[in-house]
């Protein structure tokens, strides 16, 4: 069961298994870990520019972040200037996104609207990797995405409430 409140004016507490606590923060760490090791292999020019590895643009999961993030209107060439901040920024939004997932309990402490902002962010982006990488059936790894998208969709969606102000007092949703 997933449940999530409003305390004040700019704090956000949901409460969810401990299970779900453990697979947001897997999301989370897989996000830090994935953008951290494309941002180790950025080659850095005599003027300071960061350029991306060859690599980053092979990686689906890290070209989908980008599209997503930058937008699939523009061209290469600003995707590759815009890269290194875009994925700076993501992972910096991931690990405030670990940081809220406790390690005891399974209530998280959203502390602003910002912080809020981010986990939504991240777990749209979570979304949008699933969907790049999920084959023709639906499925990564032989595994049905299904489940997992509608689970995310229905967290993201009792935060969005909460941050809209349109969730009665406590706003809950099954699993």
């Known amino acids: 069961?997933?449940?999530?409140?409003?305390?004040?004016?700019?704090?956000?507490?949901?409460?969810?298994?401990?299970?779900?606590?453990?697979?947001?923060?897997?999301?989370?760490?897989?996000?830090?870990?994935?953008?951290?090791?494309h941002l180790a292999l950025f080659d850095t020019t005599p003027d300071g520019w960061a350029w991306p590895h060859p690599s980053l643009h092979s990686d689906v999961r890290a070209t989908a972040i980008l599209l997503a993030e930058i937008g699939g209107q523009e061209p290469d060439w600003v995707h590759s200037l815009s890269a290194a901040a875009c994925l700076r920024d993501v992972s910096s939004r991931a690990r405030l996104m670990g940081c809220a997932?406790?390690?005891?309990?399974?209530?998280?402490?959203?502390?602003?609207?910002?912080?809020?902002?981010?986990?939504?962010?991240?777990?749209?982006?979570?979304?949008?990797?699933?969907?790049?990488?999920?084959?023709?059936?639906?499925?990564?790894?032989?595994?049905?995405c299904e489940p997992t998208v509608s689970w995310l969709t229905e967290v993201s969606a009792g935060l969005s409430a909460v941050l809209d102000g349109t969730a009665s007092p406590t706003m809950t949703i099954g699993r």
């Open 1 to 37: 069961m997933i449940s999530w409140d409003r305390c004040g004016d700019s704090t956000y507490v949901g409460v969810l298994s401990r299970y779900e606590i453990e697979v947001l923060r897997s999301y989370a760490d897989g996000l830090v870990s994935l953008l951290d090791h």
């Open 101 to 144: 997932l406790s390690s005891t309990t399974g209530v998280v402490h959203l502390a602003s609207r910002a912080e809020a902002e981010a986990w939504l962010g991240c777990i749209r982006l979570v979304l949008v990797i699933i969907t790049a990488v999920a084959d023709e059936r639906g499925e990564v790894c032989g595994n049905a």
